[in-house]
T-cell receptor
Framework: DTGVSQDPRHKITKRGQNVTFRCDPISEHNRLYWYRQTLGQGPEFLTYFQNEAQLEKSRLLSDRFSAERPKGSFSTLEIQRTEQGDSAMYLC??????????????FGPGTRLLVL | AQSVTQLDSQVPVFEEAPVELRCNYSSSVSVYLFWYVQYPNQGLQLLLKYLSGSTLVKGINGFEAEFNKSQTSFHLRKPSVHISDTAEYFCAVRKNNDMRFGAGTRLTVKP
């Protein structure tokens, strides 16, 4: 049973650099979510995809952030011109995607980003 | 919009003691309620969820939670904790596609 996987698990970068994270959801899951979790806080919703379509974006997702899911399978989250405030754990989750709010979201291990 | 308040940021408890982690939510409409656990350097794992029906929900690892609509609460309980239960616990509410998490409660089980 392969759950949600994320790569890399850790990323250290210098301010101003671009970074890209990858998420591979559970294979039959159509819906994919990105969250950001800062120290001492719960996850905050960033965006989600239904197959390849990005259906919703949070106000937290500034213009420097872009997410894609080109083939409806894996997704990438890119942060351009990173800032120290971007330091956080970036979590990916997936669900079956039948449009039911009762669906369970399964989370990956996260990518911890540190911007120096 | 719904919001979630976890009333205790840290809960220390001795092994084999009972524990309750408190969660209150605010929403004007029906929502679905979840508890997740996060072990160090890992993602979130679902403990249990309330969708409808019986207000007492049983989850994994011996945890249970009770939905109280009048008090808008969804407290998590375990009658006897183990060292391995040391982790961060998050309460979450969901309406449609909007999942909101509380700030988390750090449960530390001491020998």
């Amino acid at each position: 049973d392969t759950g949600v996987s994320q790569d890399p698990r850790h990323k250290i970068t210098k301010r101003g650099q671009n970074v890209t994270f990858r998420c591979d959801p559970i294979s039959e899951h159509n819906r994919l979510y990105w969250y950001r979790q800062t120290l001492g806080q719960g996850p905050e919703f960033l965006t989600y995809f239904q197959n390849e379509a990005q259906l919703e974006k949070s106000r937290l997702l500034s213009d420097r952030f872009s997410a894609e899911r080109p083939k409806g399978s894996f997704s990438t989250l890119e942060i351009q011109r990173t800032e120290q405030g971007d330091s956080a754990m970036y979590l990916c989750a997936s669900s079956l995607g039948r449009g039911n709010a009762k669906e369970t979201q399964y989370f990956g291990p996260g990518t911890r980003l540190l911007v120096l | 919009a719904q919001s979630v308040t976890q009333l205790d940021s840290q809960v220390p408890v001795f092994e084999e003691a009972p524990v309750e982690l408190r969660c209150n939510y605010s929403s004007s409409v029906s929502v679905y309620l979840f508890w997740y656990v996060q072990y160090p350097n890992q993602g979130l794992q679902l403990l249990l969820k309330y969708l409808s029906g019986s207000t007492l929900v049983k989850g994994i690892n011996g945890f249970e939670a009770e939905f109280n609509k009048s008090q808008t609460s969804f407290h998590l309980r375990k009658p006897s904790v183990h060292i391995s239960d040391t982790a961060e616990y998050f309460c979450a509410v969901r309406k449609n596609n909007d999942m909101r998490f509380g700030a988390g409660t750090r449960l530390t089980v001491k020998p």
